[in-house]
């Protein structure tokens, strides 16, 4: 694969207080992006996660030239962007709906870009033969797109992107389209030929699965802002707010007051029933309201009258194989317990004792009302 390789000198990408302000004939003037500032690594990939209308593909298409910011600067390598066209600023894209052109072949629709930047005909013939080489088409040039599933199509829209040998690659909800299997087949080859090439990328998905399994880092953004950033692992345990929790992976957000504090050990109020944590944080006080974050698979069911165990009753149980789903209700409180491996287990209408853990719990700050 001569042509296209592994970048030397991957570029970072910096956005500083970028904005995105919007005139709506209805609604009036919208903010969909508000003082944004990132920094991407050279050669990272690095996924904006949040919910539709949270901004994330607004700072995708500011970054791609394809939207200008209202405010603030964007720098790719050390060349501020912010003003230059899309097309003079070596980026590579690929768009939610593939975007190909129906009445062109796979292979000219690959090479499209470098027929436009006039390069000659056998160094766009051996660029297209190794990039569609390297995508797994090899054999597929002389195909239309109509002739192609999917998975296909997507597999061009990557190798249109890559072909160019740009500086930075990003990509908008790509996997959207395709069938929940094909999803995890071509999130694997996304995240392969990303390290393989060394492009520094910006992934855009609403989709946590999906960020957690190809990022190296995820930004979560909500309501135009980012509001948490860090690997998989960390956002996962250590959620900076109720949103964050929620929204990567699931959890149990419960109200708890803190009846005392002493050596990192904190007495808990859940519900009227008592509480331990072995590993409380710093800053917290009795009388304090807190929201604990507990994780469905780290909650274990237990007898009722087990010693430490929370009362509550089974509302519902969906078996699932390798795992059984619980809701639990304690209190007013519903909590979801995820059990793998089952045997027999309690069925809805069952009173139980639900058992959280001493340790790994997040405590977020005092609950909102």
Not at 37 to 44: A, C, I, M, N, R
Not at 286 to 301: K, W
Request: charge should be neutral; aromatic fraction near 4%; proline fraction near 5%.
């Amino acid at each position: 694969m001569a042509e296209i390789a592994r970048l030397a000198n991957p570029v970072g990408i910096r956005l500083d207080r970028v904005s995105a302000r919007f005139h709506h004939a209805v609604a009036g003037d919208l903010q969909a992006v508000h003082d944004v500032s990132l920094d991407v690594e050279p050669g990272e990939l690095l996924t904006l996660l949040g919910p539709s209308g949270c901004g994330k593909t607004t700072t995708l298409r500011m970054i791609a030239g394809f939207q200008q910011p209202s405010d603030g600067r964007i720098w790719i390598g050390d060349r501020d962007v912010t003003d230059v066209m899309a097309n003079a600023r070596d980026i590579g894209f690929v768009f939610q709906n593939y975007a190909l052109f129906p009445h062109l072949t796979v292979f000219d629709n690959v090479a499209y870009g470098l027929v436009v930047r006039a390069m000659p005909r056998a160094e766009i013939a051996r660029r297209v033969d190794d990039v569609l080489q390297m995508v797994g088409l090899a054999r597929y040039g002389g195909q239309l797109p109509h002739q192609l599933s999917g998975g296909e199509q997507q597999r061009v829209a990557l190798a249109r992107a890559i072909v160019i040998n740009p500086r930075v690659l990003l990509f908008d909800e790509p996997l959207s389209n395709l069938d929940a299997k094909l999803r995890v087949q071509m999130r694997v080859e996304i995240q392969r030929l990303q390290k393989r090439l060394g492009i520094t990328t910006v992934y855009v998905t609403h989709d946590q699965e999906e960020a957690m399994a190809i990022s190296d880092r995820i930004a979560v953004m909500n309501r135009g802002e980012i509001v948490q950033q860090g690997t998989a692992e960390t956002l996962y345990r250590q959620p900076a707010s109720a949103f964050v929790a929620q929204f990567i992976g699931r959890s149990n957000l419960l109200t708890a007051r803190i009846r005392a504090v002493s050596a990192g050990i904190a007495e808990l109020e859940i519900e009227g029933h008592a509480h331990r944590i072995t590993d409380a944080p710093a800053g917290l006080a009795p009388g304090m309201t807190v929201q604990l974050v507990v994780r469905p698979e780290t909650a274990v069911l237990a007898l009722p009258t087990d010693q430490g165990a929370l009362p509550g009753t089974v509302t519902s149980r969906t078996y699932l194989g390798e795992k059984t789903e619980y809701q639990i209700a304690v209190g007013a409180t519903v909590v979801e317990v995820v059990a793998h491996n089952p045997t027999a287990g309690s069925a809805a209408g069952d009173r139980v004792g639900l058992r959280l853990p001493a340790t790994g719990i997040r405590i977020l700050p005092e609950a909102t009302p």
